[in-house]
């Protein structure tokens, strides 16, 4: 029942809804609807209540309704189930402890993180109006060629991002997404194995929609977030609807097809091929120009009369 009176909130866009009418609707008695709006706020959901005009789910453009979600995927093929909590320490985190018993395609999604990281153990600001989830991929190819879902999903991003923004969205190797040159989204993959010995891949991905941005830069780049970018409110719940269409589509590419197609895309976005970079890493940094992005997902790296291959890092252009 909470999850009913939550979608017919979530419907209502922000408005009232009358109590009388809502409990009708859904076929309760006004005593069971008060119960179950106290329930869902003690789970960490606004709604407020007016004597003349009934409840109100507030900020619903930050909640994400996973039935809702569902019905809205333009590619359902790869998302098998849809879990949304209010809050979370980090979805990858939780996402690891469910991963046993959850198939390919199982998605993750808080409204708020309270131990959320980034790459590189960086920590990971993730306040209410983010879309922060993580999705759970068994990619049928061998384990050396998972990093490159980095680059993959990175440009799932930056597609769907397009359809919210008045700029394209660019790529920095090997998982920030851009606009403006402003970090707007990055990915974190972790691999990890089941019961059964299996691996299995949790890919991480945190998108500033709403939220509250951290007052210092992440690795080296100023944060945006897509209010930031529009001055307006974006709805969560559309974002990530087609964010895993998108997703299911470049997967699929991926995996039947292999990365020739994705190497194009994120090149053509990408903001420092054929650029003096130097890629930091641990305590070591390595300058260059960066001629190419390899099929392996490597960066092509000219170091004086030599061709370097670089795997791991964070890129800065010079
Ligand atoms: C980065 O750019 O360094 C990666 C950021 C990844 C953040 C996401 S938010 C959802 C998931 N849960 C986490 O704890 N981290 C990832």
């Known amino acids: 029942m909470k999850a009913n009176i939550l979608s017919s909130l979530f419907d209502l866009g922000g408005n ?4 009388n009418l809502l409990a009708e609707q859904l076929g309760i008695t006004t005593a069971e609807l008060f119960n179950n709006i106290e329930a869902l706020r003690a789970e960490g959901y606004y709604i407020t209540y007016d004597k003349l005009q009934g409840y109100q789910l ?5 909640i994400v309704i996973p039935s809702r979600v569902k019905e809205k995927l333009v590619n359902n093929s790869l998302v098998t189930d849809i879990i949304y909590y209010p809050t979370l320490s980090s979805t990858n985190d939780e996402a690891k402890k469910l991963a046993a018993n959850k198939q390919e395609g199982f998605v993750l999604v808080a409204g708020r993180q309270t131990a959320a990281r980034g790459r590189l153990g960086r920590r990971w600001d993730s306040d209410v109006g983010g879309l922060w989830f993580s999705l759970i991929l068994k990619p049928k190819l061998d384990l050396s060629s998972w990093p490159l879902m980095s ?12 359809n919210f923004l008045p700029s394209p969205a660019s790529l920095k190797w090997p998982n920030d997404v851009l606009v403006n040159n402003k970090k707007i989204a990055g990915i974190l993959l972790e691999v990890m194995k089941n019961q059964d010995k299996e691996n299995l891949l949790i890919a991480g991905i945190g998108i500033n929609v709403n939220n509250n941005l951290p007052g210092d830069f992440i ?13 307006q409110k974006q709805i969560n719940n559309d974002i990530l609807a087609v964010l895993l269409s998108d997703i299911a589509d470049y997967y699929n590419i991926f995996l039947q097809s292999g990365f020739t197609k994705i190497r194009q895309d994120f090149k053509e976005r990408c903001i420092h091929l054929g650029k003096n970079i130097t890629i930091k890493e641990a305590n070591s940094a390595i300058t260059g120009l960066n001629l190419d992005i390899n099929e392996e997902g490597s960066l092509v790296l000219q170091v004086e009369d030599k061709e370097l291959l670089v795997t791991t890092g964070d890129v800065s252009i010079i």
């Open 58 to 62: 507030l900020d619903y453009e930050n």
């Open 16 to 19: 009232y809804i009358a109590t």
């Open 151 to 162: 680059l993959v999903l990175a440009s799932a991003v930056a597609r769907t991002l397009d």
């Open 219 to 231: 690795n080296s780049l100023k944060p945006t977030s897509l209010y930031l970018e529009t001055q």
